[in-house]
C-alpha cells in the first residue's frame, strides 16, 4: 500500500525527518571508519580515541588492552585489563578476549579470576591447538597436573607445532612412561609416530617399543611403512634385530611392504618388483658418486625388474652399496643366492654376492664367485652359511673389492635380480659324518 501525504507540513516534516536520521547514521558511520582509521597506529592514544569513537567495537579494547599489557611505552596493567575485559564482554563468545584476559589476571596475580578466564576460553575453544596450549601452561604452573596433560593432549592431536616442548614438558612434569602414554598422547598416529621417534632419540627404546605395540601395531589410524621404517633403522642401529624384525613384520601384516615372494625367502623384494625403500628390512641403495643404481624394466630374470648397477670408471673402490638386512638364528644352515649378468665391467675384480655379520664380521663374512667382462647369460652365484651363536642379523650385499691391479678403475654395467636367502635343511650324511 502507498501513502500519499497531501499535507504540505507533513511532507515537510518527513523530509526533515529522513535528514535527521541520514546525519545521524552518517555520524555514526563516519564515527566507525574514523576509529579504524586510527587504531591502525598502534599506539595508546590512538587506540583509546578509536575505543571512544567506537564502543562497541570489542577489537578497539582488545588491542589496547595488549597495548597496555606488552607495550615497554605503554605499559599499564590495570587499564590492560579493563580493556580486555571489555573486550570479552563485548564478544562474549570470542575465545581470544577470555584468554588475553587471563593472561592478564595471571600476570596480575588474580589466580582465580585468570583461571575463570581461561576455563571460559576452554569452552569456547575446546579444539584448537594455541589456545589449549597457553590453558594447559597456566595449570602446570600452578600445580595442576593432570588438567594441563588434559589440553597438551588436545594440543598434540591439532598439530605438531608443540610436539617437542610437550614431550619434554610432560616427562619432567610426570617421568612417567605409562602415565604419558595413557593421558597425553592422542589415538591419533602421527602424534604416536612423533612421540616414538622423540623417545628413540633419548635413548628410551623400551618406552619407544610400548608405544608401538601399545598403538601403532593396532591402531585404526592410517600411516605408511615411510613414517616408521627409520625407527626400525634406529633399532637395528641400536643392536635389537629381533625387536626391529618383529615390527617389520607388524608392517607386513598391515599390507605397509609385500612379503617375499617365495615360501621360505627371507628377502623382501628380491625380484626388484617394488619401489626401492632405503629403510627397514628392504633394500639399502647408497650409490657412490657418479654411479647409476635402480630398476630396469628392460631386462629381468623373472617378473618385470632387475636392479641395473652401472660403473663409470672413475674409481677402484669397495662397493658395498646394494644391502639388505636379514634375521637369521643362530646354527641353522642358509643358502643364499642371486642371479646376475654384467656388461664390459673392467679390472679383474668384479662384483659378486657377500652375507657378513654387520655388528661383528670376524664372526661371519663369505663372498661368492665374482663376475668380470661380459656375461650375456644370467649366472647363478650362491653361497651356503651356517651363523655362529652371536650372529642374529646379516647383511645380503652385491659387493665389488677393491683391485689390487693398476688397471683398477671398474665400469661397464651390473644386473642382479631373485635374490633369497633360504634355511636349508641338515644334510643328514654329513652329520653322521661329522658324529664320527
Same mark, same amino acid.
Given at each position: 500500500?502507498?501513502?500519499?501525504?497531501?499535507?504540505?507540513?507533513?511532507?515537510?516534516?518527513?523530509?526533515?525527518?529522513?535528514?535527521?536520521?541520514?546525519?545521524?547514521?552518517?555520524?555514526?558511520?563516519?564515527?566507525?571508519?574514523?576509529?579504524?582509521?586510527?587504531?591502525?597506529?598502534?599506539?595508546?592514544?590512538?587506540?583509546?580515541?578509536?575505543?571512544?569513537?567506537?564502543?562497541?567495537?570489542?577489537?578497539?579494547?582488545?588491542?589496547?588492552?595488549?597495548?597496555?599489557?606488552?607495550?615497554?611505552?605503554?605499559?599499564?596493567?590495570?587499564?590492560?585489563?579493563?580493556?580486555?575485559?571489555?573486550?570479552?564482554?563485548?564478544?562474549?563468545?570470542?575465545?581470544?578476549?577470555?584468554?588475553?584476559?587471563?593472561?592478564?589476571?595471571?600476570?596480575?596475580?588474580?589466580?582465580?579470576?585468570?583461571?575463570?578466564?581461561?576455563?571460559?576460553?576452554?569452552?569456547?575453544?575446546?579444539?584448537?591447538?594455541?589456545?589449549?596450549?597457553?590453558?594447559?601452561?597456566?595449570?602446570?604452573?600452578?600445580?595442576?597436573?593432570?588438567?594441563?596433560?588434559?589440553?597438551?593432549?588436545?594440543?598434540?592431536?591439532?598439530?605438531?607445532?608443540?610436539?617437542?616442548?610437550?614431550?619434554?614438558?610432560?616427562?619432567?612434569?610426570?617421568?612417567?612412561?605409562?602415565?604419558?602414554?595413557?593421558?597425553?598422547?592422542?589415538?591419533?598416529?602421527?602424534?604416536?609416530?612423533?612421540?616414538?621417534?622423540?623417545?628413540?632419540?633419548?635413548?628410551?627404546?623400551?618406552?619407544?617399543?610400548?608405544?608401538?605395540?601399545?598403538?601403532?601395531?593396532? @591402531?585404526?589410524? &592410517?600411516?605408511?611403512?615411510?613414517? $616408521?621404517?627409520?625407527?626400525? /633403522?634406529?633399532?637395528?642401529? +641400536?643392536? %635389537?634385530? #629381533?625387536?626391529?624384525?618383529?615390527?617389520?613384520?607388524?608392517?607386513?601384516?598391515?599390507?605397509?611392504?609385500?612379503?617375499?615372494?617365495?615360501?621360505?625367502?627371507?628377502?623382501?623384494?628380491?625380484?626388484?618388483?617394488?619401489?626401492?625403500?632405503?629403510?627397514?628390512?628392504?633394500?639399502?641403495?647408497?650409490?657412490?658418486?657418479?654411479?647409476?643404481?635402480?630398476?630396469?624394466?628392460?631386462?629381468?630374470?623373472?617378473?618385470?625388474?632387475?636392479?641395473?648397477?652401472?660403473?663409470?670408471?672413475?674409481?677402484?673402490?669397495?662397493?658395498?652399496?646394494?644391502?639388505?638386512?636379514?634375521?637369521?638364528?643362530?646354527?641353522?644352515?642358509?643358502?643364499?643366492?642371486?642371479?646376475?649378468?654384467?656388461?664390459?665391467? @673392467?679390472?679383474? &675384480?668384479?662384483?659378486?654376492?657377500? $652375507?657378513?655379520?654387520?655388528? /661383528?664380521?670376524?664372526?661371519? +663374512?663369505? %663372498?661368492? #664367485?665374482?663376475?668380470?667382462?661380459?656375461?650375456?647369460?644370467?649366472?647363478?652365484?650362491?653361497?651356503?652359511?651356517?651363523?655362529?651363536?652371536?650372529?642374529?642379523?646379516?647383511?645380503?650385499?652385491?659387493?665389488?673389492?677393491?683391485?689390487?691391479?693398476?688397471?683398477?678403475?671398474?665400469?661397464?654395467?651390473?644386473?642382479?635380480?631373485?635374490?633369497?636367502?633360504?634355511?636349508?635343511?641338515?644334510?643328514?650324511?654329513?652329520?653322521?659324518?661329522?658324529?664320527?
Amino acid at each position: 500500500m502507498q501513502i500519499t501525504l497531501k499535507n504540505g507540513t507533513a511532507r515537510i516534516g518527513l523530509a526533515a525527518l529522513e535528514g535527521v536520521a541520514f546525519l545521524l547514521l552518517t555520524f555514526w558511520t563516519g564515527k566507525a571508519y574514523f576509529a579504524s582509521v586510527v587504531s591502525h597506529t598502534l599506539n595508546a592514544d590512538n587506540l583509546q580515541l578509536a575505543t571512544r569513537l567506537d564502543p562497541g567495537d570489542s577489537e578497539y579494547h582488545l588491542e589496547l588492552g595488549r597495548l597496555c599489557q606488552y607495550s615497554l611505552t605503554d605499559i599499564n596493567p590495570t587499564e590492560a585489563t579493563a580493556e580486555l575485559k571489555l573486550a570479552a564482554e563485548e564478544s562474549p563468545l570470542d575465545a581470544q578476549p577470555w584468554l588475553d584476559l587471563g593472561a592478564a589476571q595471571e600476570l596480575a596475580g588474580q589466580t582465580d579470576e585468570a583461571e575463570a578466564s581461561l576455563r571460559r576460553a576452554d569452552y569456547l575453544a575446546p579444539s584448537q591447538p594455541g589456545f589449549q596450549w597457553a590453558i594447559g601452561n597456566f595449570f602446570l604452573l600452578h600445580g595442576n597436573v593432570d588438567e594441563s596433560l588434559r589440553h597438551f593432549r588436545v594440543v598434540l592431536a591439532g598439530t605438531p607445532q608443540y610436539d617437542g616442548m610437550i614431550f619434554s614438558t610432560a616427562w619432567k612434569a610426570v617421568d612417567n612412561a605409562d602415565e604419558i602414554l595413557a593421558k597425553v598422547i592422542p589415538d591419533k598416529a602421527r602424534a604416536e609416530i612423533s612421540y616414538m621417534y622423540y623417545l628413540a632419540g633419548k635413548g628410551k627404546l623400551n618406552d619407544a617399543q610400548k608405544v608401538w605395540k601399545e598403538r601403532l601395531a593396532n @591402531t585404526q589410524e &592410517s600411516y605408511t611403512a615411510s613414517d $616408521v621404517g627409520h625407527y626400525i /633403522d634406529i633399532l637395528v642401529a +641400536d643392536n %635389537l634385530p #629381533d625387536e626391529a624384525y618383529h615390527d617389520w613384520k607388524d608392517l607386513e601384516k598391515r599390507g605397509l611392504v609385500v612379503a617375499p615372494s617365495e615360501p621360505g625367502d627371507l628377502v623382501y623384494d628380491g625380484d626388484f618388483e617394488t619401489e626401492l625403500t632405503n629403510y627397514g628390512f628392504g633394500w639399502r641403495i647408497f650409490p657412490p658418486p657418479g654411479t647409476y643404481i635402480g630398476l630396469d624394466s628392460t631386462t629381468f630374470h623373472s617378473g618385470g625388474h632387475s636392479l641395473l648397477v652401472r660403473f663409470p670408471g672413475n674409481a677402484n673402490y669397495l662397493f658395498r652399496n646394494v644391502c639388505e638386512d636379514v634375521t637369521v638364528n643362530p646354527g641353522d644352515n642358509y643358502r643364499a643366492r642371486a642371479f646376475m649378468k654384467t656388461d664390459g665391467i @673392467t679390472t679383474n &675384480s668384479g662384483p659378486r654376492l657377500e $652375507v657378513f655379520d654387520p655388528y /661383528d664380521p670376524k664372526e661371519l +663374512d663369505m %663372498l661368492s #664367485d665374482q663376475l668380470v667382462g661380459t656375461n650375456a647369460a644370467w649366472a647363478l652365484l650362491s653361497l651356503s652359511f651356517s651363523p655362529k651363536p652371536k650372529t642374529h642379523l646379516v647383511n645380503v650385499c652385491i659387493t665389488r673389492m677393491p683391485s689390487d691391479k693398476l688397471d683398477n678403475l671398474i665400469a661397464g654395467k651390473l644386473w642382479v635380480d631373485d635374490v633369497s636367502v633360504v634355511k636349508e635343511e641338515p644334510d643328514p650324511l654329513r652329520a653322521k659324518h661329522e658324529v664320527r
